[in-house]
């Protein structure tokens, strides 16, 4: 777990804490509370590396955007030979 925080840092991910921190902050100020839970849902991501904030879904190494390249790759190969 401290690696995943520490290491492999992006533009992104902090871009995702620190907004999130922002909402939760401004939430708390606000007395908004269901605020804080969606601010904090962010500043999570950022922090923990997971969602779309880790840098994988928009690179296309997500394992469902792979299976979607590989089955479209196959299905122009197999057109192609039709």
Request: charged residues 10%; hydrophobic residues 40%.
């Amino acid at each position: 777990m401290k690696e995943r925080i520490l290491t492999n840092w992006t533009l992104t991910r902090a871009f995702y804490l620190i907004i999130g921190l922002f909402v939760i902050i401004q939430s708390f100020l606000g007395q908004q509370w269901f605020g804080i839970a969606f601010g904090g849902y962010f500043a999570a991501m950022g922090l923990f590396a997971f969602g779309c904030a880790s840098g994988n879904c928009a690179g296309g190494n997500c394992s469902t955007a792979s299976k979607q390249n590989t089955n479209q790759v196959e299905n122009s190969e197999e057109n192609e030979t039709k």
